[in-house]
């Protein structure tokens, strides 16, 4: 079983400050996927990063995919309340015929005003 | 488009009842997978399907079962439920593997 290492497991932080959550392995992952999930709702997919080295910017955040694929970062600028969330980092890997998502445990952001 | 849908939304079972989480999307995906997450714990894989009449075991599959008999309808059957079962459930589908994964609601079993 490929295992996906994140963190931290907590952080609250407030308004306006930078952060960074890390999602770490062993393996090498075809793929790599950040997932945002609020309470109450199932995970919605933020980003796909595919290639080793690979830096992607959505608004305010910033993923990058390590030069190996085997591990992954989360940088968010000038965080905001609605950044409030659980977020998780899911690799996937190749069992036989088939592609199956790794989720590493999340990392449970809270932004206070 | 509803995407994916799940009932119930939440539900209290007795140890050894059993019950069946519904599970439909309207996207016309292929694969399909259900998931479990508990606290801290992030998503297990329970079981999976990759077209109707398919499916296979993932990470977690003791004490459930699933059917695929249409492209929509992807239910997980829980036979004599444990407490150990307590937890949140997710499906999910896509239309292709290796891309986004597109998550219900979930449903929120307790068993006491």
């Given at each position: ?113 | ?102 998550f219900g609601p979930g449903t929120r079993l307790t068993?006491?």
């Amino acid at each position: 079983t490929q295992l996906l290492e994140q963190s931290p497991q907590f952080l609250s932080i407030q308004e306006g400050e930078n952060l960074t959550v890390y999602c770490n392995s062993s393996s090498v992952f075809s793929s790599l996927q950040w997932y945002r999930q609020e309470p109450g709702e199932g995970p919605v997919l933020l980003v796909t990063v595919v290639t080793g080295g690979e830096v992607k910017k959505l608004k305010r955040l910033t993923f990058q995919f390590g030069d190996a694929r085997k591990d992954s970062s989360l940088h968010i600028t000038a965080a905001q309340p609605g950044d409030t969330g659980l977020y998780l980092c899911a690799g996937l890997v190749r069992g036989g015929s088939n592609y199956k998502l790794t989720f590493g445990k999340g990392t449970l952001l809270t932004v206070n005003p | 488009n509803a995407g994916v849908t799940q009932t119930p939304k939440f539900r209290i079972l007795k140890i050894g009842q059993s019950m069946t989480l519904q599970c439909t999307q309207d996207m016309n995906h292929n694969y399909m997978y259900w998931y479990r997450q508990d606290p801290g714990m992030g998503l297990k894989l329970i079981y999976y399907s990759v077209g109707a009449g398919i499916t296979d075991k993932g990470e977690v599959p003791n004490g459930y079962n699933v059917s695929r008999s249409t492209t929509e309808d992807f239910p997980l059957r829980l036979e004599l439920a444990a407490p150990s079962q307590t937890s949140v459930y997710f499906c999910a589908s896509t239309p292709g593997q290796g891309v986004e994964q597109y998550f219900g609601p979930g449903t929120r079993l307790t068993v006491t």
